[in-house]
């Protein structure tokens, strides 16, 4: 268990890039992982969790949640509308918003449920065919979108394509974000975390260099 050398390494990422350590957050992505590894960095005393899936998530932390006070999950996996609503009930955020049928769901259960968690709408900045995101070029149509449906947008989430530099996705994630005056950028995972937080992330999401490597 590294809890305590991944903190170190964004205090210096923050210290290098001149930002405050505190506007960081580091969300320690348990998908997958054993259990025993997790209660380890709950014993350590961090309490911000990433799952990827809505129904693994529920199962671990419902009893996890009567052991340790004070979790905070976010959902940072691809979400089918039929566990939206499950997923509002489990988690403090949610980091995959990406298409149109989605937030017309959320928002209904927003308007039904009376809260709604924290979202993060995932761009596709590196364009893949096969990954879930919302394209640069519709991403300012479908922020507005978003709040035109009262929804709590507070930022965007990439995830680069695993051969190209993830620098580059980074700095056109923060240029969206900026020019639609969003504050949030979910982005840096074990590999690219420090370049993340030099390009103004303000989550990153850590999982095997936290926990290992998953099975
Ligand atoms: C699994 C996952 C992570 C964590 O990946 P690591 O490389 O283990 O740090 C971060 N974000 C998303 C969306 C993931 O699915």
Not at 173 to 185: D, M
């Amino acid at each position: 268990m590294s809890l305590e050398e991944i903190r170190s390494r964004i205090a210096g990422a923050c210290a290098a890039a001149g930002r405050d350590e505190a506007a960081v957050t580091l969300i320690a992505v348990s998908k997958m992982q054993p259990e025993d590894r997790v209660r380890a960095v709950l014993d350590a005393g961090h309490r911000i969790f990433g799952e990827n899936r809505v129904q693994e998530a529920a199962t671990r932390w419902t009893p996890l949640r009567e052991d340790y006070a004070g979790v905070e999950l976010h959902i940072i996996g691809p979400l089918q509308t039929n566990k939206a609503r499950q997923a509002m009930e489990l988690a403090q955020a949610i980091h995959s918003l990406d298409r149109p049928k989605l937030a017309t769901a959320l928002a209904r259960l927003a308007q039904e449920i009376g809260a709604c968690p924290d979202l993060f709408i995932q761009v596709n900045t590196g364009e893949e065919p096969q990954k879930a995101g919302i394209l640069p070029a519709e991403s300012d149509a479908f922020v507005a979108e978003a709040r035109a449906l009262d929804l709590p947008v507070r930022g965007l989430m990439c995830i680069p394509p695993v051969d190209e530099e993830p620098a580059l996705h980074f700095a056109l994630l923060a240029k969206i974000a900026e020019r639609n005056g969003l504050a949030g950028l979910s982005m840096g995972m074990s590999g690219d975390f420090e370049t993340a937080i030099r390009l103004g992330a303000t989550h990153v999401r850590v999982g095997s260099a936290i926990f290992g490597e998953r099975d």
